[in-house]
């Protein structure tokens, strides 16, 4: 996520990635809902539209502010302790299939952090229907945990996302009441 980058940021990026294959391009789009700009970024790349050296999409329109959902799953550790680290890494990615395909219907992008650490690049369709995937999940008996961070950048809402699932933890461990789902004020 690029928020907030113009024509000419883009051509940066590439450019410093480029040192690492030739072949590389890029391409944008802009929407309020992140499948939806990934959609947009996709056609313009099959429809051609060559912004630069390599950079497919259209430049301009106004970027709102970024939210991304950090969610992990509450005491994976016990599960560690009675299945093998194969059982859990499969389990892992079956939770992330299920959460992938929630979420892509709600218009958003789940991404697989490693271990047991979900990030999920939301519009306000996904943000507003967390609640009810964390429900279904705890009825399989998968307890998840969601910080939800927005700021003006990817990088500022994912670091306000890991700071709500961080308050989660510290409630969690002074022994107060847990909620699932925390976004920072």
Do not use: W
Not at 52 to 70: C, L, N
Not at 90 to 109: E, I, K, N, T
Not at 149 to 155: D, L, N, V
């Amino acid at each position: 996520m690029t928020s907030g980058l113009d024509a000419q940021g883009h051509a940066e990026i590439l450019q410093k990635i480029s040192v690492r294959g030739p072949g590389l391009t890029m391409a944008i789009g802009r929407a309020e809902e992140p499948l939806d700009a990934d959609m947009m970024a996709h056609k313009a790349r099959e429809a051609g539209e060559l912004l630069g050296d390599g950079i497919f999409g259209r430049p301009g329109g106004q970027d709102g502010p970024v939210t991304i959902m950090h969610l992990d799953v509450d005491d994976v550790s016990s599960q560690a302790r009675s299945r093998s680290p194969y059982e859990v890494s499969s389990a892992m990615f079956g939770l992330y299939a299920r959460m992938s395909s929630f979420f892509v219907g709600h218009g958003a992008l789940t991404f697989f952090m490693g271990g047991d650490n979900f990030m999920v690049v939301s519009g306000p369709r996904a943000k507003g229907a967390v609640r009810g995937f964390l429900d279904e999940m705890n009825g399989t008996g998968v307890i998840l945990n969601c910080g939800i961070g927005t700021g003006g950048s990817a990088r500022e809402a994912a670091c306000r996302a890991t700071g709500a699932l961080d308050k989660i933890r510290e409630i969690r461990d002074s022994g107060g009441k847990k909620p699932q789902v925390y976004e920072l004020p």
